[in-house]
């Protein structure tokens, strides 16, 4: 059987001076996503909708990996990046998984991350 294709995880921290991701410590819940969750990899981006992080997007989503991105709220992120997945020939609602997770906790937030993995099928260790 085909093994399943695993989520990169990208954290958008709005600067990291946004008071929306005050109450959660982003290194601590970047290294447990990448550590303790089925995901290819793990990683903070400052600031994904700005000119900057919609070049990376081009770049990144040329590799047509599947992504989760924690940030700020989904029809806010389906607006900012629709466009760079459509330009990678991607439909973003097949592609992206989108969390808000401000004014969350490290624990509130990694546990919602670990539940979309459940939802998409992902095992996830129960620790
Ligand atoms: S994508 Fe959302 S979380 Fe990221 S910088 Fe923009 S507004 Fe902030």
């Not at 059987?1 to 954290?11: A, C, P, S, V, W």
């Not at 990899?41 to 992080?53: A, K, N, R, S, V």
């Not at 590799?63 to 997945?85: E, G, L, S, Y």
């Not at 992206?96 to 539940?115: G, N, P, W």
Request: with cysteine; aromatic share 10%; charged share 30%.
């Amino acid at each position: 059987m085909e093994e399943k294709r695993l989520y990169g995880f990208i954290l958008c921290v709005c600067t990291g001076k946004c008071p929306g991701f005050r109450d959660m410590d982003i290194w601590d819940l970047v290294n447990q996503v990448r550590v303790e969750l089925p995901v290819e990899y793990g990683f903070i981006h400052p600031q994904l909708c700005e000119e900057d992080g919609d070049r990376f997007l081009a770049d990144f989503l040329q590799v047509h990996r599947k992504v989760i991105i924690a940030a700020c709220a989904p029809n806010m992120q389906r607006k900012m990046f629709k466009q760079a997945f459509e330009d990678a020939g991607l439909k973003m609602e097949e592609n992206c998984v989108m969390l808000d997770i401000r004014e969350m906790s490290t624990e509130k937030a990694f546990e919602k991350a670990k539940d979309a993995l459940v939802k998409l099928g992902y095992e996830v260790d129960e620790a």
